[in-house]
């Protein structure tokens, strides 16, 4: 990793830190928003690999040599935990990060399965998400589990292309139209009733889910779980911003392309682009 002159909150103390997060690209701010929500006081440092993107259709060894590069990154600017705000680099290097920094709290997300799953009375759900989160060891036991525990039937669907047209700015298009009812269509055929965000790009694809998808499937996603578990574990390790007059102060960067990630911006977020390999 390259210098990179960011100088967030360096000389402050362990309450003062930033929260880092990192994704392989913009999905990753579904989750800051809902982490700066519940915790306006904290500071965050966001890093978008957008470089990268996809993570989806990168071997886990890949995967696992990008997230620890990500995580140099955070941890040279002072990050007090780690929000791996993807599944994919969760599924596939979450054991890797906590064996390799054995002292930095590491937060991850994995697709909702689980409330879906105690929730569904038809017993079948749908899950959209990547090939490497789909495909990994870690997902594979959790919906084993689910689907014996609750004898339901789990539809699992590759949102191949989807991350290529939000990253490359075609979210609203014609051709992400296409693909949403190519993967939605078949799922609503076989009568699920709660679809799977297993991807934290897809919350902003919700309004063209939601047109696609009849009233009576509900649709979730990890987001809000992820920040309330960050809020936990910052206070059980006595991590969390004493100061509660001041709003937090924000930075996110990318390794690629900087005007996609501004387009998901709240007004006045600070934001710059990085050398990253
Ligand atoms: N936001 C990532 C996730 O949650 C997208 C992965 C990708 O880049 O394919 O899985």
């Known amino acids: 990793m390259e210098e990179t002159g960011i100088n967030i909150q360096a000389s402050s103390s362990k309450h003062q830190a930033p929260i880092g997060l990192f994704d392989s690209g913009v999905g990753g701010t579904t989750i800051w928003k809902e982490v700066v929500a519940l915790m306006p006081n904290e500071n965050t440092l966001f890093l978008a690999d957008n470089k990268n993107a996809p993570y989806g259709e990168k071997s886990k060894e890949e995967i696992i040599a990008l997230c620890d590069a990500n995580t140099q990154f955070l941890l040279a600017h002072h990050a007090k935990i ?109 009568g699920i009733d709660y679809l799977v965000l297993g991807c934290t790009h897809y919350p902003y694809l919700l309004p063209q889910i939601r047109a696609i998808l009849p009233a009576n499937i509900k649709v979730i996603d990890s987001g809000y779980a992820v920040a309330k578990q960050t809020r936990k574990v910052l206070a059980e390790k006595g991590l969390l911003q004493q100061n509660t007059d001041v709003m937090g102060q924000h930075l996110w960067v990318a390794s690629g392309r900087l005007d996609i990630l501004q387009q998901f911006a709240p007004q006045g977020m600070a934001s710059l682009q990085i050398e990253k390999k």
């Open 82 to 190: 780690i929000v791996v705000a993807c599944n994919t680099a969760t599924t596939n290097a979450i054991s890797f990060l906590r064996n390799r920094y054995k002292d930095v709290p590491f937060i991850g997300i994995e697709p909702a399965i689980k409330p879906a799953s105690l929730q569904s009375v038809t017993k079948k759900i749908g899950v959209l998400a990547t090939r490497s989160t789909l495909s990994s060891d870690l997902f594979a036991k959790t919906s084993e589990h689910w689907k014996q525990e609750e004898d339901l039937e789990m539809i699992e669907q590759v949102g191949e292309g989807l991350i290529e047209l939000i990253e490359s700015g075609r979210m609203e298009s014609t051709d992400m139209t296409r693909l949403l009812r190519k993967y939605l269509l078949p799922m609503v055929a076989e």
